[in-house]
């Protein structure tokens, strides 16, 4: 699928009232990109959407023939060691990082805070009373991208939707930054054969719940892989939210690893007639259907403006 996006103008408001952060940044992007590189985009609707960074404004201090320091803002050493930690791990697209890195990774975004990518919990985006309640879409920025993986941060309304969706060939770190989130997951029973579909004309797919609960940050990293750890999941925001992503490797459509978005059935609207190896536990398990992508998988892509990651050779 061809992902095409015009954002023409977005604000990021710039609010954290115990430091006396202050800022206005107007932003005019225009991209053409596939996949779904966090699931989608603007549709030329050309809102406004509010979602700030921290930047720290030194004032400057009235005294005569003095000139005061400004602060020189460097990157957080959590951030920098993500980064590098990821450059390491994820060496080409067919990578599954092994235990000894997921253990390394998990501990590191497990150790993130807001901070350590410009945001703040006194951010106008994160208070509910203040939320925009007509602009429900979810809203992402792109840290870092290349061929091996990608750092990307999702920012959730109040009661926004990142709808039920694969990641093919992908293993994905996801860290709750901020907010109450319900995750919903699955994992193919057959992830070897996707030709056990079941015979109705929807083509449905039986799958395995693997996670149906609520997080709260901060709450540890989860972890899915290209066949478990629910790679089909699905994030419904129960207060604003932002969660960071690392995905190795991203998504892409010309090497095989394009979106898919499903809806879900209840195991008992769909007796199997071919086997009987559920039939006991049937709560556990739900069929899966493909269908286009939906309404509101769109999203608005916004300029990282948080501190920036320096790269460096290994």
Known sequence: MKIIYNLERVEASFLASDHHFVGHTFCHIERRQEGMEAGLVERGRGHVNRVGYVKRIIAKKRKPHRRVKREVLTVPKALQQLFDACTQTFKGPATVPSPQDVHKLCHILDNME?????????LQFFKPGNIIKENQRVTYTTV????????????????????????????????????TMHIKSYDWVDPEDPDKLLQQPSKL??????????????CDTSVLYPTTGGNIHEFTAITPCAVLDVIGPPYSKEDGRDCSYYRDHSYASFPNERTGEVKEENDSYAWLEEIEMPENSEMDGIEYLGPPITETPF
């Open 114 to 122: 807001p901070e350590h990518v410009g945001l703040s919990r006194d």
């Open 205 to 218: 797919r039986l799958a395995r719940l693997k996670a149906n609960k609520v997080f709260t940050a901060p």
């Open 144 to 179: 870092y991208k290349c061929d091996n993986f990608s750092l990307c941060i999702f920012f959730l309304p109040e009661k926004g939707v990142i709808p039920l969706h694969n990641h093919p060939g992908m293993t994905v770190f996801s860290k709750l930054l901020l907010g």
